[in-house]
């Protein structure tokens, strides 16, 4: 079974500064998806950033930035020049290959980030 | 993943009622996905549709619980005699197509069981 770990439930960083939240995760699958997802406190879910593992580079949106080790099966999330509009819940998740082509996620916990001035 | 249409965005029901969520996954993505998150947890999966298809509902409990997602219209969820454990945010998210595709979230539905 396919397992995310979020070891950080909360974290501060100052306002302009870069941020890492750490995310490892269990799998022995070779081919498989890693998302990150920001959800505020009014609840949505919001589509931050999506890394491959066949992907050669890391990836990146804006002020995201995917640090992807394969090796040590962990895809850390940098953002970078945090702003108070940063500060939410960030999900770490798996796609799950054994559903028949789907797009099943395995979540991890979460981690807490507050932005401060 | 604005496109992603869920309603209502707060349901309030009594013990015993019915709860009836519904999706509009967006435009051209013909997969849809339902999760639940109870409070202070992360989102667990539900079930996995394409059109009048339920192809993986693995995380569906075995009773009251049931999804679909016809030829036309979105896909519903639904709570049949709801009780108080049933009191969640429940997301669906939708995908252009399989497993090589990004999937995006709607806003959710706060389900709450008095």
């Known amino acids: 079974a396919q397992k995310i770990t979020q070891t950080q439930p909360g974290m501060f960083v100052q306002e302009k500064e870069a941020v890492t939240l750490d995310c490892t995760y269990d799998?022995?699958?070779?081919?498989?998806?890693l998302f990150w997802y920001k959800q505020p406190s009014s609840g949505e879910m919001i589509f931050l950033i999506y890394q491959g593992s066949y992907d050669e580079q890391n990836a990146t949106e804006g002020r995201y930035s995917l640090n992807f080790q394969k090796a040590r099966k962990s895809a850390n999330l940098v953002i970078s020049a945090s702003q108070l509009g940063d500060s939410a819940m960030y999900f770490c998740a798996m796609r799950d290959t054994n559903t028949g082509g789907g797009n099943k996620l395995t979540f991890g916990t979460g981690t807490q980030l507050k932005v401060e001035l | 993943n604005a496109g992603v249409m869920q309603n209502p965005r707060h349901l309030v029901r009594r013990r015993g009622q019915e709860a009836r969520l519904r999706c509009s996954p967006m435009k051209g993505h013909s997969h849809v996905y339902w999760y639940r998150q109870l409070p202070e947890e992360g989102l667990k999966f539900m079930v996995y549709?394409?059109?009048?298809?339920?192809?993986?509902e693995s995380g569906m409990p075995k009773e009251r619980f049931s999804a679909e997602f016809p030829k036309e219209g979105p896909s519903i969820l639904r709570i049949q005699q709801v009780v108080r454990g049933d009191s969640a945010a429940y997301f669906c998210?939708?995908?252009?197509?399989?497993?090589?595709?990004?999937?995006?979230f709607g806003s959710g539905t706060q389900l709450s069981v008095l």
């Open positions: 998210a939708s995908s252009e197509g399989g497993r090589l595709e990004k999937l995006f």
């Open positions: 799998t022995s699958d070779q081919s498989y998806g």
């Open positions: 549709l394409q059109k009048e298809n339920i192809i993986d």
